[in-house]
């Protein structure tokens, strides 16, 4: 499984928002400058995660986006889900997908798929963007040196 750039443009931009959470609404361009993302996709993006009810959009003069909810009830999971979808290794173990798999059952490989899709799914509902823009503040600090521990 390979998360696109959809969910990591998507995760960047709301550290984004998160950093400038309680400042009032981020212009698109301000964001697509500072995360180094092209406007037409991340306005794509935002509309997702609008529709997923993460970011709220405000418009005018003074409009932009800002987070729905505060940066610590946001998890990054919650991004990826929105924009990637269900986060599945192999398709045996989407569940939403309706799928039927005749070896379920005696399939041994796919107990090591669910492992696989739970252990991914854990470390993403462990990380929050108030975490991210902690790790964000302290690579500020650090000259960039990678210090998050999940």
């Known amino acids: 499984m390979r998360i696109s750039t959809r969910g990591e443009y998507g995760l960047r931009a709301m550290v984004e928002l998160a950093l400038r959470a309680g400042q009032g609404p981020v212009p698109l361009k301000a964001i697509a400058e500072s995360q180094g993302i092209s406007e037409?996709?991340?306005?794509?993006?935002?509309?997702?995660?609008?529709?997923?009810?993460?970011?709220?959009?405000?418009?005018g003069a003074q409009g932009g986006y800002e987070l729905a909810r505060r940066p610590e009830q946001v998890k990054a999971g919650d991004v990826v889900r929105a924009l990637e979808g269900p986060i599945v290794p192999w398709e045996c173990v989407d569940e939403s997908s309706g799928a039927v798999c005749l070896l379920t059952e005696g399939c041994s490989t796919r107990l090591l798929w669910k492992k696989l899709q739970d252990a991914i799914e854990a470390v993403l509902d462990s990380v929050t963007l108030a975490d991210l823009v902690e790790e964000q503040q302290r690579l500020r600090v650090q000259g960039g040196a990678l210090l998050f521990d999940i």
């Open 40 to 59: 037409p996709y991340l306005e794509q993006l935002m509309g997702t995660l609008r529709k997923a009810g993460l970011v709220n959009s405000v418009r």
